[in-house]
């Protein structure tokens, strides 16, 4: 099965820049995901990487390393509105099934 | 297009009840699944389906059940209701297996006491 690591917290200022790093152990790799979450709503997507590298999207970019079971979302220009839960997400070994990690609450200060 | 749509929104339960969560998605998608997030533990499968007919079991599957007799409709049934599962229940669908998101519905909170 997989086992999804992410930090718990984070707390960054209005206008910086927020690194939130996943590790995942799995038994075949179909790509990893990036879900934000607000409190009390439902999770929305963000990013998906199967190749390595670095996939920009505006003020989140995604970034992958298959050899280390590593990706991180990294957060620019932080506003107050990126205060939310991100998860990190990798498909189990039947390729449409999500396995989540516990997510990672990012508290964005004025 | 309203995505995916789930009732009720909240909902308490007595222990030993029994209740349906609804979950209807108008996107025509085939594969819909069930999670339900406890605080701090991340999103947990409990049932999934890939097209009509077909449903199995994700990684909490005890004590629900469920059915899909159409395209567009995945309830998810408990029976017995239990403290345990007290917990946001939520429902989402996508349009085929690998790299697609998953279209989350806003969930359904339950208490069971």
């Known amino acids: 099965g997989q086992n999804i690591d992410q930090p718990t917290e984070m707390t960054a200022t209005e206008g910086a820049i927020v690194q939130i790093n996943c590790t995942y152990q799995t038994s075949g790799f179909n790509g990893l995901f990036w879900y934000q979450q607000h409190a009390g709503e439902a999770p929305t997507f963000l990013s998906y990487n199967v190749l390595d590298g670095l996939e920009e999207k505006g003020r989140f970019s995604s970034f992958l390393s298959r050899s280390k079971g590593y990706s991180y979302l990294l957060l620019k220009e932080l506003q107050m509105k990126d205060s939310a839960s991100y998860l990190c997400?990798?498909?189990?070994?039947?390729?449409?099934?999500?396995?989540f990690g516990a997510g990672t609450t990012v508290t964005v200060r004025a | 297009n309203a995505g995916v749509t789930q009732t009720p929104k909240f909902r308490i339960l007595k222990i030993g009840q029994s209740m349906t969560l609804q979950c209807t998605q108008d996107m025509n998608h085939n594969y819909m699944y069930w999670y339900r997030q406890d605080p701090g533990m991340g999103l947990k499968l409990i049932y999934y389906s890939v097209g009509a007919g077909i449903t199995d079991k994700g990684e909490v599957p005890n004590g629900y059940n469920v059915s899909r007799s159409t395209t567009e409709d995945f309830p998810l049934r408990l029976e017995l209701a239990a403290p345990s599962q007290t917990s946001v229940y939520f429902c989402a669908s996508s349009p085929g297996a690998g790299p697609y998101e998953q279209y989350f519905g806003p969930g359904t909170r339950l208490t069971v006491t």
């Open positions: 997400a990798v498909p189990m070994r039947d390729d449409y099934k999500l396995s």
